[in-house]
């Protein structure tokens, strides 16, 4: 009895201080407006989770935010970054939207997977912010909210252009195995469709999970469907182990074994197995790549695999390059003229790097930022548009390159 | 046009749902980039050289070629996005095809996730698509099955000797087989040592780790009388700090454990690698060992009696607190040894024990807590019906038959296949 | 000062709210009957699916989608408990977090991705009824130190009218002769036996009550965000023990306070990673949020081994340190 009075007492002057603040508590329609004060930049990107995929997305915003101080910063003021883990749960990634929200963020970078982004997209755009993620690629987020935005191109063009490798390869049967979750999920039925269009026939489909044990159930499947080929749709991180099963164990070759973006990384199997298997990466100049991988490396040494982190790194220049545009950090201002600095305007002038542009723009000139994720510009829907991918392939060492 | 009895599929037009929303037309390429091209071959696979292809808008032929020797035509430009017939005359072609007649409609979209040369397959007739026999994948998904019980058994005779001797439930006991894998990663793959020297090496310093995890938790929570429960609680929070700092160590991506192969073994329909087998073997040879040494050995003897009855052992001198230590050490050196073989058959990452935890506690329970034999018993059924059931449920949810086997067998027999009815009290 | 005032905002958010109704639940269980669920998680996961497919698969009206849920989650408790209540406790630990986890790999699957969306989960398109009544001046609202948006900062003022009316029913539950049973269950199973009283008839209502709460803790988690399977794995689970054994299991304020200090305490590791990573403490920020979980796993055991009774439980009346 005593304790639950106790307890009463405890939980009530919590609560109580918390009623007597809502109580005295002053409502606006938004935040003061931020038009003069820095552009402030929050990420919710995955720290701990996802095997690690979204580590190069995180070392890819320290790489644009440096870039852009280091340039001389947005409306005479250096970005303020904060970064908060997102984890693989609701719970703890709502927490860290809060966070980002009360500091005042004016433009938040993430979330890495499309469930998320759906989960705190109202969230964000109710604070005023605009919300830009460079790793969604679900259909379902099409046209959302109109201050959501996405440079990540989605997989339905690569997937095209994966049905068309085979098909040139001459195969009319495919299977597929894919992660299952939102980026697999909507990889694939992008994968059917592309096949479908061009006249394969998809003999199997397999979903695995990302904690299951082993993937063994998933690769004998679609073996057993005895498909002309194989396209794989899973991160490096989950693939060490099928690569090896399908080109080690059961004879498929760099001729019928297919390789979604992310699935290009770094492994640990013998390279060998690795050999010409080839894939698509979205991005307009192979150097350009290579170069910013080095500045990711030089960030997080740990990095496997880069995928999405250009498109990242572009989320954040361009959102800048808006804010110079727009003269104002404020969010709504800034998405108004995301679609203009990516190429919407009528005679604007190309430019490749944060600091090329926003000297054009400063000089009065309309810029069309085309970043490393490719051509980037913004249909009506705030869907990224015009993108370039590369064929890549695996050499004897293990690492990849622009197929020949 | 006369309509040819081949045609009958392929009439596909597509309804991108995507295209819909999707309207840019400052994405549109110039008119000449769009058209057709492609493949055409033959129900056994093979090219179909010198058939005549034509593109037709409606009953306006729009361009036209030839197959080559590979069967391929190449590019036939059509003004742009629409909807057209691809014709394919057969009359020319070298092979048997009486100048059949094939007839597929195609959309070309204009829209950024499309290609405006659209690659095509055609097919004369429909190729007979082999698939493995059900009793071949029976007897794949049967050996992997058999693979994973084993893997599952050796991590799982550790924790079912701990809550033998300790008495609780040990959640940490993953973490275990995940510092073998890492560890076994690190002697492998970073120090390049031979497989089998790491298995080895790995499975003596899990016995360490084991040792450490007694010494540092589990005898001060002995000695301070805690309940079980709460010993099991602690546990929980053990694995979550110790899996945290494994992924703080060793990153959060999953690594291959070796770039040794030992090349492919094939009986009958299986296909496996030979370190899956070795694996099996090792897995036997251990298995037996620990199952004779507690039937027969003196120490084994003793951790047999602490299961049966703590107090009437300890009366009887038998040193609890030193068995209890071997025990751990014993279930450390297993869960390493499991965690290298389950990193050679897979991976490794610093959730790989973890994952596997649910499985393990599945095969102690339907084997009977405590009991060695009824652990690997219980741990090749919860293997073989994970891998097996995926021949009917997707695979994406395969543990769900190793759980619910679980379960079912829970209702029929609380005290699981082989254990003593008292146990379940 | 900052990261204090950040932190505590966590005290009222719509997330605390829900974990503390579902540690409320689970509390039901632990504390006052004894029982060792360690599946709390498959209710929550019920109620959260099975209010959104109710609502955006077939169109229930409200009040019927959470009656629907409330009594799928009852059936589930049945279902459940049924054949696992005699069992001893540590295997009715591993039966009830093997059929969470068996749940959960079902909604994740894709096999039923045309109703649970799969590993995409849900979008919200379940909340309008909240919304819709939402009496806040639109936009963002001020709440002393905080702001918040005007949803959401409406749905955690319902989701604490929710917790506050459920803490007061089992305040007065638990007081009852029913709840001298459950504790009586709890202390000695035998002697509750050979007083005549139907020991597992009682345990059962205690699940099925616990459950129920557990699955209205679901619809409330979602309200704010979106259906995700992930969220329903263990984790969600130990968590949950971990703010009750926090704020004292067998009180009934302790799953609230408990929940509050717990992610009070989430939000502040979280800053001060920040910190260190501002400071140059960490190389690169995705290791300090590691580390965090490092000091969430040692909280627990800590706590479970020096104050086993919480902050607000007596030592004297425990529910699982008895043996």
Same mark, same amino acid.
């Given at each position: 009895?005593?304790?639950?009075?106790?307890?009463?007492?405890?939980?009530?002057?919590?609560?109580?201080?918390?009623?007597?603040?809502?109580?005295?508590?002053?409502?606006?329609?938004?935040?003061?407006?931020?038009?003069?004060?820095?552009?402030?930049?929050?990420?919710?990107?995955?720290?701990?989770?996802?095997?690690?995929?979204?580590?190069?997305?995180?070392?890819?915003?320290?790489?644009?935010?440096?870039?852009?101080?280091?340039?001389?910063?947005?409306?005479?003021?250096?970005?303020?970054?904060?970064?908060?883990?997102?984890?693989?749960?609701?719970?703890?990634?709502?927490?860290?939207?809060?966070?980002?929200?009360?500091?005042?963020?004016?433009?938040?970078?993430?979330?890495?997977?499309?469930?998320?982004?759906?989960?705190?997209?109202?969230?964000?755009?109710?604070?005023?912010?605009?919300?830009?993620?460079?790793?969604?690629?679900?259909?379902?987020?099409?046209?959302?909210?109109?201050?959501?935005?996405?440079?990540?191109?989605?997989?339905?063009?690569?997937?095209?252009?994966?049905?068309?490798?085979?098909?040139?390869?001459?195969?009319?049967?495919?299977?597929?195995?894919?992660?299952?979750?939102?980026?697999?999920?909507?990889?694939?039925?992008?994968?059917?469709?592309?096949?479908?269009?061009?006249?394969?026939?998809?003999?199997?489909?397999?979903?695995?999970?990302?904690?299951?044990?082993?993937?063994?159930?998933?690769?004998?499947?679609?073996?057993?469907?005895?498909?002309?080929?194989?396209?794989?749709?899973?991160?490096?991180?989950?693939?060490?182990?099928?690569?090896?099963?399908?080109?080690?164990?059961?004879?498929?070759?760099?001729?019928?074994?297919?390789?979604?973006?992310?699935?290009?990384?770094?492994?640990?199997?013998?390279?060998?197995?690795?050999?010409?298997?080839?894939?698509?990466?979205?991005?307009?100049?192979?150097?350009?790549?290579?170069?910013?991988?080095?500045?990711?490396?030089?960030?997080?040494?740990?990095?496997?695999?880069?995928?999405?982190?250009?498109?990242?790194?572009?989320?954040?220049?361009?959102?800048?390059?808006?804010?110079?545009?727009?003269?104002?950090?404020?969010?709504?201002?800034?998405?108004?003229?995301?679609?203009?600095?990516?190429?919407?305007?009528?005679?604007?002038?190309?430019?490749?790097?944060?600091?090329?542009?926003?000297?054009?723009?400063?000089?009065?000139?309309?810029?069309?930022?085309?970043?490393?994720?490719?051509?980037?510009?913004?249909?009506?829907?705030?869907?990224?548009?015009?993108?370039?991918?590369?064929?890549?392939?695996?050499?004897?060492?293990?690492?990849?390159?622009?197929?020949? | 046009?006369?309509?040819?009895?081949?045609?009958?599929?392929?009439?596909?037009?597509?309804?991108?749902?995507?295209?819909?929303?999707?309207?840019?037309?400052?994405?549109?390429?110039?008119?000449?980039?769009?058209?057709?091209?492609?493949?055409?071959?033959?129900?056994?696979?093979?090219?179909?050289?010198?058939?005549?292809?034509?593109?037709?808008?409606?009953?306006?032929?729009?361009?036209?070629?030839?197959?080559?020797?590979?069967?391929?035509?190449?590019?036939?430009?059509?003004?742009?996005?629409?909807?057209?017939?691809?014709?394919?005359?057969?009359?020319?072609?070298?092979?048997?095809?009486?100048?059949?007649?094939?007839?597929?409609?195609?959309?070309?979209?204009?829209?950024?996730?499309?290609?405006?040369?659209?690659?095509?397959?055609?097919?004369?007739?429909?190729?007979?698509?082999?698939?493995?026999?059900?009793?071949?994948?029976?007897?794949?998904?049967?050996?992997?099955?058999?693979?994973?019980?084993?893997?599952?058994?050796?991590?799982?005779?550790?924790?079912?000797?701990?809550?033998?001797?300790?008495?609780?439930?040990?959640?940490?006991?993953?973490?275990?087989?995940?510092?073998?894998?890492?560890?076994?990663?690190?002697?492998?793959?970073?120090?390049?040592?031979?497989?089998?020297?790491?298995?080895?090496?790995?499975?003596?310093?899990?016995?360490?780790?084991?040792?450490?995890?007694?010494?540092?938790?589990?005898?001060?929570?002995?000695?301070?009388?805690?309940?079980?429960?709460?010993?099991?609680?602690?546990?929980?929070?053990?694995?979550?700090?110790?899996?945290?700092?494994?992924?703080?160590?060793?990153?959060?991506?999953?690594?291959?454990?070796?770039?040794?192969?030992?090349?492919?073994?094939?009986?009958?329909?299986?296909?496996?690698?030979?370190?899956?087998?070795?694996?099996?073997?090792?897995?036997?040879?251990?298995?037996?060992?620990?199952?004779?040494?507690?039937?027969?050995?003196?120490?084994?003897?003793?951790?047999?009696?602490?299961?049966?009855?703590?107090?009437?052992?300890?009366?009887?001198?038998?040193?609890?607190?030193?068995?209890?230590?071997?025990?751990?050490?014993?279930?450390?050196?297993?869960?390493?040894?499991?965690?290298?073989?389950?990193?050679?058959?897979?991976?490794?990452?610093?959730?790989?024990?973890?994952?596997?935890?649910?499985?393990?506690?599945?095969?102690?329970?339907?084997?009977?807590?405590?009991?060695?034999?009824?652990?690997?018993?219980?741990?090749?059924?919860?293997?073989?019906?994970?891998?097996?059931?995926?021949?009917?449920?997707?695979?994406?949810?395969?543990?769900?038959?190793?759980?619910?086997?679980?379960?079912?067998?829970?209702?029929?027999?609380?005290?699981?296949?082989?254990?003593?009815?008292?146990?379940?009290? | 000062?900052?990261?204090?005032?950040?932190?505590?905002?966590?005290?009222?958010?719509?997330?605390?709210?829900?974990?503390?109704?579902?540690?409320?639940?689970?509390?039901?269980?632990?504390?006052?009957?004894?029982?060792?669920?360690?599946?709390?998680?498959?209710?929550?996961?019920?109620?959260?699916?099975?209010?959104?497919i109710s609502v955006m698969t077939f169109g229930f009206s409200t009040p019927l989608a959470i009656a629907v849920t409330l009594v799928l989650a009852a059936g589930y408790a049945l279902l459940l408990g049924v054949p696992t209540l005699r069992l001893r406790a540590d295997y009715l630990a591993i039966v009830t977090i093997a059929a969470a986890e068996i749940i959960r790999f079902a909604l994740n699957s894709s096999a039923f991705a045309k109703w649970t969306g799969g590993a995409n989960g849900l979008y919200n398109e379940y909340s309008g009824w909240l919304k819709g009544s939402n009496p806040y001046p639109?936009?963002?609202?001020?709440?002393?130190?905080?702001?918040?948006?005007?949803?959401?900062?409406?749905?955690?003022?319902?989701?604490?009218?929710?917790?506050?009316?459920?803490?007061?029913?089992?305040?007065?539950?638990?007081?009852?002769?029913?709840?001298?049973?459950?504790?009586?269950?709890?202390?000695?199973?035998?002697?509750?036996? %050979?007083?005549?009283?139907? +020991?597992?008839?009682?345990?059962?209502?205690? *699940? =099925?009550?616990? &459950? @129920?709460? $557990?699955?209205?803790?679901?619809?409330?988690?979602?309200?704010?965000?979106?259906?995700?399977?992930?969220?329903?794995?263990?984790?969600?689970?130990?968590?949950?023990?971990?703010?009750?054994?926090?704020?004292?299991?067998?009180?009934?304020?302790?799953?609230?306070?408990? %929940?509050?200090?717990?992610? +009070?305490?989430?939000?502040?590791?979280?800053? *001060? =990673?920040?910190? &260190? @990573?501002? $400071?140059?403490?960490?190389?690169?920020?995705?290791?300090?949020?590691?580390?965090?979980?490092?000091?969430?796993?040692?909280?627990?055991?800590?706590?479970?081994?020096?104050?086993?009774?919480?902050?607000?439980?007596?030592?004297?009346?425990?529910?699982?340190?008895?043996?």
């Amino acid at each position: 009895m005593a304790a639950v009075r106790r307890g009463l007492i405890t939980t009530l002057v919590t609560g109580g201080l918390v009623v007597a603040l809502t109580a005295c508590s002053s409502s606006g329609d938004a935040p003061e407006e931020k038009t003069g004060g820095p552009l402030k930049v929050g990420a919710i990107l995955p720290h701990t989770a996802y095997a690690g995929a979204g580590e190069a997305l995180v070392s890819a915003v320290d790489v644009a935010v440096e870039e852009i101080n280091a340039a001389g910063g947005v409306n005479g003021g250096k970005v303020e970054l904060k970064q908060v883990d997102s984890t693989d749960n609701n719970d703890t990634a709502v927490q860290a939207v809060d966070s980002l929200v009360t500091w005042g963020s004016n433009v938040v970078i993430g979330a890495y997977g499309s469930g998320m982004s759906g989960a705190i997209v109202s969230k964000i755009t109710e604070s005023g912010a605009l919300q830009v993620s460079g790793s969604n690629t679900s259909s379902s987020l099409t046209g959302i909210n109109p201050l959501y935005f996405r440079t990540a191109p989605t997989d339905a063009l690569e997937a095209a252009k994966l049905a068309d490798l085979v098909v040139q390869d001459g195969h009319a049967t495919a299977a597929i195995i894919a992660q299952n979750d939102a980026w697999g999920q909507a990889f694939q039925k992008s994968m059917v469709e592309s096949f479908t269009a061009a006249g394969v026939e998809v003999v199997a489909q397999q979903q695995f999970n990302t904690t299951d044990t082993d993937y063994s159930a998933q690769v004998d499947a679609v073996v057993a469907a005895k498909p002309e080929s194989i396209v794989l749709l899973s991160y490096a991180s989950y693939s060490g182990s099928m690569i090896e099963s399908l080109v080690g164990t059961h004879g498929f070759t760099d001729k019928n074994l297919y390789l979604s973006n992310s699935t290009l990384g770094k492994y640990t199997i013998k390279p060998s197995l690795l050999k010409g298997l080839r894939g698509f990466l979205a991005g307009p100049d192979p150097a350009v790549e290579a170069e910013f991988d080095k500045k990711l490396l030089a960030k997080n040494p740990n990095l496997k695999s880069f995928a999405y982190a250009g498109s990242t790194y572009d989320a954040v220049i361009v959102s800048a390059l808006a804010a110079i545009a727009a003269k104002s950090a404020d969010g709504k201002a800034v998405a108004a003229k995301m679609a203009e600095v990516s190429g919407g305007a009528e005679g604007s002038t190309k430019c490749k790097a944060f600091k090329e542009c926003a000297d054009l723009l400063a000089a009065g000139t309309k810029v069309d930022y085309d970043g490393l994720s490719g051509g980037l510009k913004f249909a009506s829907n705030n869907d990224v548009t015009e993108t370039a991918y590369n064929l890549y392939a695996y050499d004897d060492k293990g690492s990849y390159a622009v197929a020949p | 046009m006369t309509p040819s009895k081949a045609i009958r599929w392929l009439l596909a037009v597509l309804a991108l749902a995507c295209v819909l929303a999707l309207p840019s037309p400052a994405a549109a390429a110039p008119a000449d980039e769009w058209g057709f091209r492609g493949l055409l071959r033959d129900g056994e696979k093979q090219p179909v050289s010198g058939a005549a292809v034509q593109v037709k808008d409606g009953d306006t032929v729009v361009g036209s070629d030839t197959t080559d020797d590979k069967g391929r035509w190449e590019i036939i430009p059509v003004p742009g996005p629409g909807t057209y017939t691809l014709t394919i005359d057969t009359t020319a072609a070298s092979g048997h095809f009486a100048g059949d007649e094939y007839e597929v409609d195609k959309e070309l979209v204009e829209s950024p996730t499309t290609l405006p040369v659209l690659n095509v397959v055609v097919s004369t007739t429909e190729s007979s698509q082999q698939v493995a026999s059900f009793t071949d994948r029976l007897a794949q998904r049967a050996v992997s099955g058999f693979n994973l019980g084993l893997l599952i058994a050796i991590a799982a005779i550790g924790l079912s000797l701990v809550f033998g001797t300790s008495r609780f439930t040990n959640f940490a006991h993953g973490e275990s087989v995940t510092f073998g894998g890492l560890t076994g990663f690190v002697l492998a793959h970073v120090l390049g040592l031979p497989l089998l020297l790491a298995a080895a090496v790995a499975t003596v310093l899990g016995g360490f780790f084991g040792y450490a995890q007694d010494v540092a938790f589990w005898r001060p929570l002995r000695r301070r009388g805690v309940s079980l429960i709460t010993l099991m609680i602690a546990s929980i929070g053990i694995s979550m700090a110790i899996r945290s700092l494994m992924q703080f160590s060793f990153g959060s991506a999953s690594r291959g454990m070796t770039e040794e192969s030992w090349g492919t073994v094939t009986l009958g329909p299986v296909v496996m690698p030979a370190t899956s087998y070795a694996g099996m073997g090792i897995s036997i040879v251990v298995l037996a060992g620990v199952g004779l040494w507690l039937k027969h050995g003196r120490i084994g003897k003793a951790t047999r009696a602490i299961a049966g009855n703590t107090a009437l052992a300890a009366t009887s001198g038998v040193a609890v607190d030193k068995i209890t230590r071997i025990v751990w050490v014993l279930a450390g050196a297993l869960a390493a040894l499991s965690g290298v073989l389950l990193g050679v058959f897979n991976q490794v990452s610093f959730d790989m024990g973890f994952n596997l935890l649910l499985l393990m506690f599945a095969g102690v329970i339907l084997g009977g807590l405590g009991t060695s034999f009824g652990t690997l018993a219980g741990s090749i059924v919860v293997g073989l019906c994970t891998e097996i059931l995926v021949l009917w449920i997707p695979a994406d949810m395969k543990y769900v038959g190793g759980l619910a086997v679980l379960v079912i067998v829970l209702l029929v027999r609380p005290q699981g296949i082989f254990g003593r009815r008292e146990r379940i009290g | 000062m900052d990261i204090i005032w950040n932190s505590l905002r966590e005290l009222i958010t719509p997330t605390t709210a829900a974990y503390a109704l579902a540690a409320i639940g689970l509390n039901v269980h632990f504390g006052f009957t004894g029982l060792l669920n360690f599946g709390q998680a498959g209710f929550v996961a019920i109620g959260a699916y099975g209010f959104a497919i109710s609502v955006m698969t077939f169109g229930f009206s409200t009040p019927l989608a959470i009656a629907v849920t409330l009594v799928l989650a009852a059936g589930y408790a049945l279902l459940l408990g049924v054949p696992t209540l005699r069992l001893r406790a540590d295997y009715l630990a591993i039966v009830t977090i093997a059929a969470a986890e068996i749940i959960r790999f079902a909604l994740n699957s894709s096999a039923f991705a045309k109703w649970t969306g799969g590993a995409n989960g849900l979008y919200n398109e379940y909340s309008g009824w909240l919304k819709g009544s939402n009496p806040y001046p639109s936009g963002v609202v001020t709440v002393g130190p905080w702001t918040f948006g005007s949803n959401d900062l409406w749905i955690a003022t319902v989701d604490w009218l929710v917790v506050l009316l459920t803490a007061g029913a089992i305040y007065l539950l638990v007081r009852s002769p029913w709840g001298r049973v459950l504790k009586g269950i709890r202390e000695d199973e035998h002697a509750m036996l %050979s007083l005549g009283k139907n +020991v597992n008839l009682y345990k059962l209502q205690a *699940l =099925v009550i616990g &459950g @129920v709460i $557990g699955a209205a803790a679901g619809i409330l988690y979602v309200q704010p965000t979106s259906v995700q399977p992930f969220d329903f794995a263990t984790r969600m689970t130990f968590n949950m023990y971990t703010m009750l054994i926090l704020g004292g299991a067998a009180t009934v304020f302790g799953p609230i306070l408990g %929940s509050m200090i717990f992610w +009070v305490v989430m939000r502040f590791t979280d800053e *001060l =990673v920040n910190l &260190g @990573v501002d $400071g140059g403490l960490f190389d690169n920020v995705t290791q300090g949020s590691q580390l965090r979980f490092v000091l969430v796993g040692v909280a627990l055991v800590l706590l479970v081994v020096f104050r086993p009774q919480g902050i607000l439980g007596n030592r004297t009346e425990l529910s699982f340190d008895a043996k």
